[in-house]
């Protein structure tokens, strides 16, 4: 196994290998960040209507909570496949990077609705009731009372749920998605030991999203709560 | 968009694709009772190791940690073959989900180890208690109340990881749904069937550990 994969190495680390690696390494980190992103708003929003008591809203909660246990039970796998089927047999022509960065915000959108309830759960109920005492509304309770609080219990799983899918977009490939993991599978097929390729491709990985899991770290510790609640 | 749903073709293939989330079941259980053996003996290697033996453990997680399990998994079923180590596509996944797991519990369960009082630990050390024992008598009691919610999030998480099983072939759940795909081009119907499993599989999964964890650890847990 050694000897292969010092014999390949000059062939393998040429300079177009490399930059073919740090390109699909460039498109596997905006998968993710465009979905946790765009997941952020939409859990947000989902969030906020489950935080809503009128009776004119209430199939809007409901598709709300309906929506989040379908997104958070399927695997990644089968709801890739099903973006793509569907955007296959509406005849709708758009990139297979595009049908990832769709299921990824499906599934983050999901996930990150269940932190930010959290979020809003983690403030004292007398804070909610206070706040309704005074008149406010929802949305002023939001922004005067509840999120200067909770946003420091969000922020840091919302931050680990986009390192988890940095490595959960490896899935993408099987799609044929241009990004690491396919970048090591046409690496392997053009012949380099699946060592070699892999090993490399671990290595990519582990380089992106170890420092972001620190600095994650980082942030949980320095945020961690005041105990005013 | 004309389509018509035709689920009449793959409502035939349910009994199948029940069988493979049998499958699927198989490989989260036994993956995660070998990632629980990993992480019990990580958590105590953090936590009363020496340097060496805790700066080895803590290796171990952060790799595991930091890549995906696809591409951990494809390194072990293409790559050790070349080192003379040959395994089918099911232990492939089993080992790999075994060792990604163990990473994931090792850093659930080093939380608890750490949360255990250390007047506790002296006082079981000067009772003459060996490691395990400590272990066995003194930190699991205490810390199975606490991690249980998270570890019975694990379990559903790995059960959905086990779909990744169908990339190398084993015939899970959704690797069935793949050959029910190919053989009758019904995409939609198959793979929203397939859904619908993988979430009653962990609807069940979710009461029944809650109410597991309820009445023998007597811990917090929300039954749906």
């Known amino acids: 196994m050694w000897e292969r994969i010092v014999e390949e190495a000059p062939a393998f680390f040429t300079y177009y290998n490399m930059i073919f690696l740090l390109q699909a390494l460039l498109a596997t980190f905006l998968l993710s960040a465009i979905g946790c992103l765009v997941g952020f708003g939409g859990g947000f929003t989902l969030a906020v209507i489950r935080r809503t008591e009128s009776w004119t809203l209430l199939p809007f909660r409901i598709s709300g909570v309906v929506f989040t246990e379908i997104f958070r039970r399927t695997p990644f796998l089968v709801t890739l496949m099903m973006v793509f089927f569907i955007f296959q047999i509406a005849n709708i022509d758009i990139s297979l990077f595009t049908v990832a960065v769709i299921s990824v915000c499906f599934i983050a959108t999901a996930f990150i609705a269940e932190i930010i309830r959290g979020g809003f759960d983690s403030v004292h109920r007398t804070q909610w009731d206070t706040a309704e005492a005074m008149n406010m509304t929802l949305l002023q309770t939001l922004r005067y009372v509840i999120v200067p609080q909770a946003w420091k219990i969000i922020l840091p799983p919302v931050f680990s749920f986009f390192i988890l899918f940095i490595k959960d977009t490896a899935l993408a490939s099987q799609i044929g998605v241009v990004e690491l993991t396919y970048a090591g599978k046409v690496l392997n097929n053009k012949g380099f030991s699946a060592a070699l390729v892999f090993g490399s491709i671990l290595v990519l990985y582990f380089a992106l999203s170890y420092p972001l899991a620190r600095f994650g770290a980082l942030m949980e510790r320095k945020l961690a709560p005041t105990g005013n609640r | ?224």
């Open chain 2, 1 to 224: 968009m004309s389509y018509t749903l035709q689920f009449g073709q793959v409502t035939d293939y349910i009994p199948y694709l029940i069988g493979g989330a049998w499958i699927s079941l198989q490989i989260a259980f036994l993956a995660f009772c070998g990632g629980m053996i990993i992480g019990t003996l990580g958590a105590m290697a953090k936590t009363f190791g020496g340097r060496i033996v805790s700066g080895l453990t803590n290796a171990y997680v952060a790799f595991f940690m930091n890549t995906p399990q696809l591409v951990q998994i494809f390194f072990i079923y293409f790559a050790l073959p070349d080192a003379g180590i040959l395994l089918t596509s099911y232990e492939a996944v089993l080992i790999g989900m075994t060792l990604n797991a163990g990473a994931y519990l090792t850093e659930i369960q080093r939380a608890g180890f750490q949360s255990v009082h250390r007047n506790e630990m002296e006082a079981a050390e000067t009772l003459g208690m060996s490691l395990l024992q400590r272990v066995r008598y003194v930190v699991l009691p205490h810390i199975a109340r606490v991690l249980f919610p998270p570890l019975s999030n694990q379990y559903i998480l790995m059960t959905l990881g086990t779909s990744m099983a169908a990339i190398f072939g084993v015939e899970e759940l959704t690797g069935r749904a793949f050959n029910i795909n190919a053989e009758t081009f019904r995409s939609i119907e198959v793979f929203s069937i397939t859904a619908i499993i993988y979430i009653a599989l962990t609807l069940c999964a979710t009461f029944m550990l809650g109410l597991f964890g309820r009445y023998l650890f007597r811990a917090k847990m929300r039954l749906l």
